[in-house]
C-alpha cells in the first residue's frame, strides 16, 4: 500500500501519494478538496518525461510539506545529477506548491518540466465510487493559468491554476522549458484557486461573509497560540507526551469556520471520508478535550442548536428538537441526490448535546451560554421523549424515515451489520441499543441540574430526575443477559435482547446507568480475552458469529470507544482496569508515527506484536485523537467541583510521573500532578 501525504486546514486539504501526485484512481482519495468536493483529481509532476521518486519527505506542520524527489528509478538515486523539491501548503482555501529544480552537474542543463493537471469535482463519497457525470464541464487556456470548471443548473465550481513562470499552458496542464545554470537553480510557484461560483460569477463563500482561510504567516501564528494555550504535559513515558504534542497539533489543523458561522472554528470529523460538521464526532471530541482546548465547544453548541431539528421531515430523519448527524456542502447534497443538506439520522446525537453543554459549563463557568441555549437543550430533551420513544416503553430507540439513502443504524457504529445477534441475525427495526439509554439517562440528570440552577425550573428538574432513575431501573431489568451476564447490544422491535456481546455496554459505565451490583460483570468483560485485544478493546467480541478483526464496527479496535470505556471503568472504580485500556491505547498510537488512528483491527496482540491499520481509516480523525486527552485525564482522575478542580490520580506503573501544567477552567489554570502506584 502507497504511504500518503496530506496537508489540511479544517476542512481543505490535499492528499497524495509520497512522491506529491495525485492521479485520478478510483480506489484513492488522492486531490485538493475544499467543502466536499474534490477541486483537484490529477496534479502529476515529470521531469523530462521521467515520473519522480521521493528521498525525503518533511512535515514541518500540518499546513506545509516538503518533498526532496530524483527522476526515474531507485536505482539512479546515487549518481542522480538533477534532484526536485516539492514546497506545498494550504493558504487563504488554495493550494500551492513551489517548484525548484536542482542542477548538480558542471555544465548548464535543459529540462523539460511538465505538471499534468486535472479535475472530476467529485463530491467525496464518489471518489470511491465513481458515479456518470451530469456535469458540463469546460476548460480555459490563457498565458499564464489554466481554468477548470463545471456546471449543473445554479451549481458552478472551478479550479483556476496560475504560475509565476512562463509556460506553455494547454488544456490538460502546463510545460516548462527550462535551462538551468551549472550547481544553480530554478524555481516556480503554482497557486491552485477553489472557486464556488454564483451565477453572477461571484464566491459564493465572500457572498456570505467567509474569511476561506488563513494565510502562511496567520497560520503559524495561530498554532503557535494554539499549543501556548494548551497545558503543557510532561510524562516520565515518552509515548504519551508524543501521542500529546501530535493530537494538539492534529486538533488544530482539523479547525474549520462552517459557513453559518465564518468567524468562529470547530472541528471537521476527520479526513478524508469527513472533512465536514459530523455532530457526533464534534460534540464527543469537545466533550474530551474540554479540559484543555475548550474553546471549539461553545461554537460546535451553537452551531448545533442553530440548525437544530424544527420540522418532520422523512428525507432527512428530521424532527422537532433533533441534533443534526452530518452536513454536506457538495453535489450530491446541493440537488437532494444524499440527504446530507443536512441529515439528522444519528439518535445519540440529541441527548449527547446535552451532555456536552452541561459538562462545558462545568469545566468553564459559562452559565450564560447554558440561558442562551435553554431553548435547544429543552427541545432536545422533549425529542428523547416524544420521538425517540418510538414504542411508549420509556426506552429511545430508532428507525429511519428515508428509506432509499438514510443509514440504517441510527447509533455510533452506524455501518449496517454493525447492530447484530450472537449467532450474526440482523434484527429489524425499530432498534434501542444500549448505550442510548445510557445517553438519555445521563442527558435527563444533566439537565436537570441545569434546569434547577440555570434556568428556574426546579419542577422540571424533578420531573427529569424522576424519569432518570426509572429509566435506570428500567434498564438494569430489561438489557441484563443472565446467561453470560453482561448488557445486550439492543433490544429488537419486539423487545428481545440482541445479544451480541459488544463494547458499547462500556459507555454504559461512563453515563453511569449501571447498578453497582453489574458493573464488576461488565469490567470482567471488557478485560476478558474476547473483548480486549491487548491493544484496546474491540467493538465486538471473538465467538460472535460476525465478528471480524478487519470488521469496521465488528472487531476493530476505535481508540475514541475505548477512551470513554476508560473513562466509565474509572467512574466505577476499577481504576486498574481503566489503566490497562489507557496504556494499551497509548502503546498502539506509537506505530502510527503518534497520530490515533480512527481504529485499528482487532487481532490478538501476542499474534501480530504490532497493531495492524484499517486501511480506510480516517487520519487525522477528530473523536480518535481527542481520546489521548480524556484518556490523560482519567489517568490523573479530573474532575470540576463548583470552582475547584480535583485532582485524584491512579497512574500505571509505566507512565511514571505525569505533570500536567496550566490546565484552563473556571478556576483560571491549575497544575496536576501525579505519580505511578507502587506495587510489590
Known amino acids: ?53 521521493p528521498l525525503a519527505i518533511h512535515e514541518p506542520s500540518y499546513y506545509e510539506l516538503r518533498l526532496f524527489l530524483v527522476p526515474g528509478n531507485p536505482t539512479h538515486y546515487v549518481d542522480a545529477k538533477v534532484s526536485i523539491i516539492r514546497d506545498r501548503w494550504i493558504s487563504d482555501s488554495s493550494f500551492t506548491e513551489r517548484l525548484t529544480v536542482l542542477n548538480h552537474t558542471c555544465e548548464p542543463a535543459d529540462y523539460v518540466l511538465r505538471i499534468d493537471i486535472d479535475s472530476d469535482f467529485a463530491p467525496i463519497y464518489n471518489v470511491v465510487w465513481p458515479r456518470a457525470t451530469r456535469l458540463r464541464g469546460y476548460r480555459e487556456v490563457s498565458e499564464d493559468r489554466l481554468r477548470l470548471g463545471y456546471r449543473r443548473e445554479r451549481f458552478h465550481r472551478a479550479t483556476e491554476v496560475s504560475t509565476t513562470e512562463p509556460a506553455a499552458v494547454d488544456n490538460q496542464g502546463m510545460t516548462y522549458r527550462i535551462q538551468v545554470d551549472r550547481q544553480g537553480r530554478w524555481s516556480t510557484t503554482l497557486t491552485v484557486r477553489s472557486l464556488v461560483l454564483r451565477p453572477d460569477g461571484a464566491d459564493v463563500r465572500e457572498q456570505l461573509g467567509h474569511t476561506h482561510g488563513q494565510v502562511g504567516a496567520q497560520l503559524r501564528h495561530d498554532l503557535s497560540r494554539w499549543l501556548a494555550d494548551a497545558p503543557r504535559l ?42 465536514t460538521i459530523v455532530g457526533r464526532d464534534a460534540i464527543l471530541t469537545c466533550y474530551q478535550t474540554l479540559p484543555f482546548v475548550p474553546r471549539t465547544a461553545a461554537t460546535t453548541l451553537r452551531l448545533l442548536a442553530l440548525v437544530q431539528g424544527t420540522v418532520l421531515d422523512d428525507f432527512r430523519d428530521e424532527e422537532p428538537g433533533k441534533i443534526l448527524n452530518e452536513f454536506r456542502y457538495g453535489e450530491l447534497a446541493a440537488f437532494e441526490e444524499r440527504p446530507q443538506s443536512p441529515y439528522f439520522g444519528g439518535a445519540d446525537v440529541t441527548p449527547l448535546f446535552v451532555v456536552l453543554l452541561d459538562e462545558y459549563e462545568r469545566w468553564t463557568g459559562d452559565g450564560q451560554l447554558v440561558r442562551d441555549l435553554e431553548d ?16 411508549g416503553d420509556g426506552y429511545l430507540w430508532y428507525r ?25 441475525r440482523l434484527p429489524g427495526l425499530p432498534r434501542a441499543t444500549c448505550e442510548l439509554q445510557g445517553y438519555a439517562y445521563d442527558a435527563k440528570r444533566r439537565g436537570a441540574r441545569l434546569a434547577r440552577e440555570f434556568w428556574g425550573d426546579p419542577a422540571y428538574a424533578d420531573r427529569l430526575e424522576r424519569q432518570a432513575e426509572e429509566l435506570k431501573q428500567r434498564f438494569n431489568r430489561d438489557y441484563w443477559v443472565e446467561e453470560g451476564e453482561y448488557f445486550a447490544l439492543a433490544l429488537g422491535p419486539d423487545g428481545d435482547h440482541v445479544d451480541a456481546l459488544a463494547s458499547n455496554m462500556g459507555h454504559l459505565l461512563w453515563s453511569g446507568i449501571v447498578d453497582e ?14 473483548m480486549y485485544s491487548g491493544w484496546g478493546v474491540r467493538t465486538l467480541g471473538t465467538g460472535q458469529a ?135
Open 1 to 53: 500500500m502507497k504511504r500518503m501525504v496530506r496537508i489540511l486546514d479544517g476542512n481543505i486539504f490535499a492528499l497524495s501519494e509520497d512522491n506529491g501526485d495525485m492521479t485520478f484512481d478510483p480506489p484513492s482519495p488522492s486531490g485538493f478538496f475544499v467543502f466536499d468536493t474534490r477541486f483537484l483529481s490529477t496534479w502529476r509532476l515529470t521531469l523530462d518525461g521521467e515520473q519522480l521518486h
Open 517 to 530: 451490583s453489574r458493573a464488576p460483570a461488565v469490567a470482567r468483560h471488557l478485560l476478558g480475552p474476547q
Open 400 to 424: 429511519r424515515r428515508n428509506e432509499n439513502s438514510g443509514a440504517m443504524n441510527h447509533c455510533w457504529k452506524d455501518s449496517p451489520e454493525a447492530i447484530c445477534y450472537r449467532d450474526g
Open 234 to 275: 510532561h510524562c516520565d513515558w515518552q509515548p504519551l507526551t508524543t501521542t500529546y504534542q501530535r493530537g494538539l497539533a492534529d486538533l488544530a489543523g482539523l479547525r474549520f469556520a462552517p459557513l453559518a458561522m465564518p468567524h468562529e472554528t470547530m472541528l471537521t470529523a476527520g479526513l478524508p471520508w469527513s472533512a
Open 376 to 391: 435547544a437543550a429543552r427541545a432536545a430533551l422533549h425529542w428523547i421523549d416524544e420521538y425517540g420513544d418510538i414504542r
Open 546 to 680: 460476525r465478528y471480524n478483526p478487519l470488521g469496521y464496527h465488528l472487531g476493530t479496535v476505535w481508540p475514541f470507544d475505548n477512551a470513554l470505556i476508560a473513562a466509565g471503568l474509572r467512574r466505577y472504580g476499577f481504576v486498574a482496569e481503566a489503566g490497562i485500556i489507557a496504556e494499551g491505547i497509548i502503546d498502539a498510537a506509537q506505530h502510527f508515527g503518534g497520530r490515533m488512528p480512527e481504529s485499528f483491527a482487532g487481532y490478538d496482540r501476542e499474534l501480530t506484536r504490532y497493531p495492524v491499520p484499517y486501511p480506510a481509516a480516517n487520519s487525522p480523525q477528530a473523536s480518535a485523537t481527542g481520546s489521548t486527552f480524556l484518556l490523560l485525564r482519567t489517568l490523573l482522575g479530573l474532575e470540576p467541583y463548583g470552582e475547584h478542580l480535583v485532582v485524584h490520580p491512579a497512574i500505571p506503573q509505566r507512565f511514571g510521573r505525569i505533570e500536567l501544567l496550566d490546565i484552563p477552567g473556571r478556576w483560571g489554570r491549575m497544575d496536576a500532578i501525579g505519580n505511578a502506584r507502587i506495587t510489590t
